[in-house]
Nanobody
């Protein structure tokens, strides 16, 4: 199993960034896919999650109205479009996969990528 995140980088406040995650080694469309993030000194937190068949998404309050999660089951990829970024969004962003319909906590995720750094300058 592999989850390879990419697309992170440095962006100014108010800017946008799209990060991607390419999956392999499991039946992608059967899994909920999520983006978590972890800032220095803070716990890993769920940012957004999407069901295998597209018809359900979840966003943390901090992400609502600014971030959009999407997926391409043919390519086995998941994306996070991030708009109106602020320095508080600075973190390492991880993609993760879960079979659990109650997967809001990191422990409920079976597979993890290495993460991609997103830095928002003020």
């Amino acid at each position: 199993v592999q989850l390879q995140a990419s697309g992170g980088g440095l962006v100014q406040t108010g800017g946008s960034l799209r990060i991607s995650c390419a999956a392999s080694g499991f039946t992608f469309n059967r899994y909920y896919m999520a983006w978590f993030r972890q800032a220095p000194g803070k716990e890993r937190e769920l940012v957004a999650r999407i069901k295998g068949n597209f018809d359900g998404t979840y966003y943390a309050e901090s992400a609502k109205g600014r971030f959009t999660i999407s997926r391409d089951n043919e390519k086995a990829e998941v994306y996070l479009q991030m708009d109106s970024l602020t320095p508080e969004d600075t973190a390492v962003y991880y993609c993760a996969a879960s079979e659990s319909p109650r997967g809001l906590a990191p422990a409920q995720y079976s597979f993890w990528g290495r993460g991609t750094q997103v830095t928002v300058s003020s």
